[in-house]
């Protein structure tokens, strides 16, 4: 660990030093001196193409023969020549204009703009410093060093590029040219032993790689040779060797490019899993965008024709989503989706194409229908077409791309949406947890998935929908409170089954292997609280799951969570209807009860009263009257206390506290006792009782009391309910059983 802290510092103390000599490399190339006109190689002559200067002559088209008496045959020769002076010096040039030949002397100008330098820093600055930030976060491996010297090279090239070594401090000017040519020689093998170990390894013979380095070393010490040559003796010969020995590290540029292009498409085709290939794709994505560009805009123009075909600022812009891209793919290539990123960027692009060539042809055709009009009516009304179409043609475009170059994940998404809907439609927890689990299942295979409702209180878990789980539907299992607070969090998983880093808790590799899944899943409510989870197994192929699959099971575990809550809200709202109905229902049934039983309770307590007071005012009654009134009054007081005895009784069953002590007993004589303390209110309601009891024993086991209540609430609803009917019959019977079976 220390060995390697210190060489990531001997790394930083490295570029430190290189950054202080790009400090003077930019200092160098802003006071780059040029002559104060524009050139153009054509013909084997240089042809001067806009005149700079403030003479009022006129050097356009002039064909420039020498400076100061030297023949030069390409811009980048005069370029090396003019390094040696500074800005506001003089030089002769012999020019051929109109047939003949003059010489004039002009001062020469700065080459660069101050805005060129501004984004030369930045862009150079940029390419240091962000693989140094990828070092931190990632640690020193084969991949982060190539990547990191690859694009410190870029920012060396930048930084240190052609510029003036006229200066008081020749050898510093000398030391940023030298690291310069060192940086574009090496940049070449550099880039291309990063294709060699990225993502993975696929090349491992170090001979070749040594060689690969060989001719980079070669190349920086031929150009720097000839450059110092010619320094020490400015002629055209030695400047036009250093610049035949310079394009020639231009074109192994090129050749490393291609080639490194080649090796990114070979470990694409062969890579397995579907984290490489996103990797791959940010590079490629990158290297479509930047080296190419830069090879294709500047290199070979400036190789064939002596000037690039865009202005090096736009160049610098362009450059900088090569270490941009370069980094997603290392640290976290899934941080925006790279395949609608390349989507959109293809969008756009023929977008834009279509807009400009929109803009032309419609102010063609308007101009020529509104000439005689004002300047400004063709363009407002171009803009005005334009703006109509631009919408449509926009989702048009994005359509079409995504059909033909990603018909797959055009398909996936239209699927997935299709999953969701399903959710979206489900009205029950065991409805939902199916389509889950089968929306999942569907496009992870996996062997083993289920769904479980979370009792967060109990930490009580019960499985609701599974395939393959060694846990049976409807089944319970407990996790520990602390485990259930753990939920809330993250998911928990077997680190070994993810490509890459997924922030998720270690799972217990035994505890998992018992239940037989590898990912749990919770499903939170809106407070942040666990409700639910999803117990998800082992890909069927054996492949560790990606980024992609863990984004599309948030996806469906997200949707699948606020589908769960809303269902239990739906049901919490429903049994709260239903409570509510049920004690609307209650109310109205009690108050029916208390207005029966109120009733039921004063005719007795009337009956009562009344007889008492016969009793009390009626001195001269008989014997006979005097025991009737008492047995009438005897009878109300027991019909008074079964009708208390039921409403107690009614309290207790409601209640489940109602007690049944079983006993052998007659039901002869349960009947005859019934009979006996039914007698009065028959007879006051003017009933005929015809019982028929059984000459024989009828032994049962039963509640003697409750069997009583039970008999005597019959007899009383026949006589409440019975208005024309006054006959009872009451004939108890049954098979005597034995007395094996009682």
Not at 29 to 45: C, M, S, W
Not at 253 to 261: A, K, M
Not at 361 to 388: D, M, N, R, Y
Not at 534 to 557: H, N, P, V
Request: charged fraction near 20%; include cysteine.
């Amino acid at each position: 660990m220390l060995n390697v802290l210190r060489k990531v510092q001997y790394l930083l103390l490295l570029d430190f030093f290189l950054v202080i000599i790009s400090l003077w490399g930019i200092r160098n190339f802003y006071l780059k001196p040029a002559l104060p006109f524009t050139t153009l190689q054509a013909n084997n002559a240089i042809l001067i193409q806009q005149n700079n200067s403030n003479a009022n002559w006129s050097l356009h088209n002039a064909v420039l023969l020498t400076v100061n008496n030297i023949k030069f045959d390409s811009n980048e020769e005069i370029e090396t020549y003019l390094d040696a002076f500074k800005i506001g010096d003089n030089v002769d040039l012999r020019l051929l204009q109109a047939g003949a030949e003059k010489e004039i002397s002009v001062k020469l100008v700065s080459y660069y703009s101050m805005f060129y330098v501004f984004i030369a820093a930045i862009t150079g600055f940029f390419f240091i410093f962000v693989p140094v930030f990828v070092v931190f976060k990632k640690g020193l491996t084969a991949q982060t060093l190539t990547y990191h010297w690859v694009m410190v090279a870029s920012g060396l090239i930048i930084l240190n590029t052609w510029g003036t070594y006229n200066s008081t401090l020749f050898g510093i000017s000398f030391v940023s040219r030298f690291i310069f040519h060192i940086a574009y020689a090496f940049f070449s093998s550099l880039f291309l032993h990063f294709t060699l170990v990225f993502p993975n390894e696929i090349f491992k013979r170090k001979v070749k790689i040594i060689f690969m380095y060989g001719i980079s070393l070669s190349l920086s010490v031929a150009a720097l040779h000839f450059y110092s040559v010619s320094i020490a003796h400015p002629s055209f010969t030695s400047i036009h060797n250093y610049v035949l020995a310079f394009n020639i590290s231009r074109y192994y540029v090129l050749i490393c490019l291609l080639l490194g292009v080649f090796n990114f498409t070979v470990s694409y085709r062969r890579a397995k899993s579907i984290a490489d290939k996103k990797k791959l794709k940010w590079l490629l994505f990158g290297l479509t965008i930047g080296p190419l560009t830069f090879a294709l805009l500047w290199v070979l123009p400036l190789a064939f024709i002596g000037r690039g075909l865009i202005p090096e600022e736009l160049l610098l812009i362009v450059l900088l989503i090569i270490p941009f891209t370069f980094s997603i793919s290392i640290l976290k290539y899934h941080l925006w989706d790279i395949d609608r990123v390349i989507n959109r960027s293809v969008v756009y692009s023929i977008l834009l194409t279509g807009i400009v060539a929109a803009y032309f042809v419609v102010v063609f055709f308007i101009s020529s229908f509104a000439a005689k009009e004002s300047g400004t009516l063709p363009i407002v009304l171009t803009v005005a077409v334009i703006a109509l179409f631009v919408q449509s043609l926009k989702r048009r475009i994005e359509i079409f791309v995504d059909k033909t170059f990603f018909r797959v994940q055009y398909d996936f998404r239209f699927a997935v949406k299709k999953v969701l809907q399903e959710l979206s439609d489900c009205a029950s927890l065991p409805q939902l947890s199916a389509a889950c689990i089968n929306g999942i299942a569907n496009f992870i295979p996996v062997k083993n998935i289920a769904f479980a409702s979370v009792e967060r209180e109990t930490g009580v878990c019960q499985i609701l929908s599974q395939r393959g789980i060694k846990l049976s539907l409807k089944q319970k299992f407990w996790i520990k409170q602390d485990k259930v607070d753990r939920l809330t969090m993250k998911h928990v998983a077997l680190q070994e089954m993810f490509e890459g880093e997924i922030n998720s808790f270690m799972g217990d590799p035994r505890l998992f292997k018992r239940l037989g899944f590898a990912i749990l899943l919770p499903l939170k409510n809106s407070a942040d609280q666990i409700h639910a989870m999803l117990l998800i197994g082992e890909r069927k192929s054996e492949q560790r799951f990606s980024y992609e699959d863990f984004d599309l099971l948030y996806q469906i575990a997200a949707e699948t969570s606020i589908m769960y809550e809303r269902i239990l809200l739906q049901q919490k709202a429903i049994l709260d209807a239903i409570e509510k109905q049920k004690l609307v229902e209650l109310n109205e049934l009690k108050s029916l009860f208390v207005s029966s039983v109120t009733h039921d309770l004063k005719t007795p307590l009337t009956s009562i009263k009344m007889f008492a007071e016969l009793i009390e005012d009626s001195p001269n009654l008989t014997t006979e009257k005097k025991n009737e009134y008492l047995r009438i009054i005897q009878g109300e007081t027991a019909r008074l206390s079964r009708l208390i005895d039921n409403v107690l009784d009614l309290a207790k069953i409601e209640r489940g506290t109602k007690d049944y002590h079983l006993e052998k007993t007659d039901l002869n004589d349960i009947v005859s006792s019934v009979i006996s303390m039914m007698e009065y209110q028959i007879k006051m309601n003017e009933f005929e009782l015809v019982v028929s009891t059984s000459p024989d024993s009828l032994p049962i086991i039963a509640d003697k009391d409750a069997i009583e209540e039970a008999l005597i609430n019959l007899i009383s609803n026949s006589i409440k309910y019975s208005k024309e009917n006054k006959k009872l019959p009451f004939q108890p019977h049954g098979k005597i059983p034995d007395q094996k079976s009682l």
